[in-house]
């Protein structure tokens, strides 16, 4: 997955480099934005309270 | 009898007026990011430590602020202006991406928190890169957020960047310098990766070399 993301951003990059369409670049980057999110998420699997006690 | 040519300006405006202050500084972000994120890539070969999932993640995001950037100079490049929308939207995305790799840092950092704690990985001037990470996105935040506050003086719309010249160098610079770094952290993270879909919670060598009985 992660190789996939990184794949991902290198294409959103070369979208822009080239004279691609706006719509196509930022949709490009919204959806690298979701699966690094979902990425995150995944890795994320205990509560966020901290619970600390001193 | 003047014409209207005659009232524009013959010469572009200088490349260091203050208005191109925020493609200029979209030049800087963009290699700054690249180059935070190679930071962490020579931690990773110079001394051989194996970064974490959230890590690269953290990275990811530093890339993804990075393309934000390099949308402003893109539209520089391709179109030798750039209108208040297009600096929005490169900033915006700039913004999106550091408060998400901010969250990331901030979750890694708690992770280690209690006292006698060790943390990940080893020290960079006294901090973990995790640290250092949501400390620059913050900063990214606020700088972004003064530039932003000073459109009216840092926001030309005449941004020539199509021909040859300091702005165009510079803007393919920081583009051709971002794509090499998102090309060999893609590299990097498959060696430690190899053809699985996660990489493990603390890696400690890299899993391509391993499954393909390269290395032990």
Redesign the interface.
Known sequence: ???L???G??A???A??R?TSRMV??GA?WV??IA??L??A???TGG?A?T?S? | MATIESLLPESTPEAAQPGKVQYWFACLFTVGWAGVASGGLLQQFARGEHPC??C??QR??M??AA??A??II?TAL?RGSVTGRHYM?GWG?VL??AT?GS??AW?QT?LH???GAKGYGGEVFGLHLYVWALILFQVSVVVVGILLACSHATADRGVPATGPGPLRAAGLFA?WF??LV??V??VA??L??GFH???PDAPDKYRFFHDAGILD
């Open positions: 997955m992660d190789t993301i990184f794949g951003l290198l959103t990059l070369i822009m480099y004279e670049v930022l980057w690298m934005l690094v999110t990425l995150m995944h890795h994320i966020l901290l600390l001193w | 999932p959230l690269v993640v990811m995001f890339l993804l393309l934000g390099a949308y893109r391709l939207t995305l999106v991406a998400g969250f990331a979750r708690t928190i209690l006292p583009l971002l794509g998102i090309a952290s893609m993270v498959f430690d990766e879909w996660f990489l």
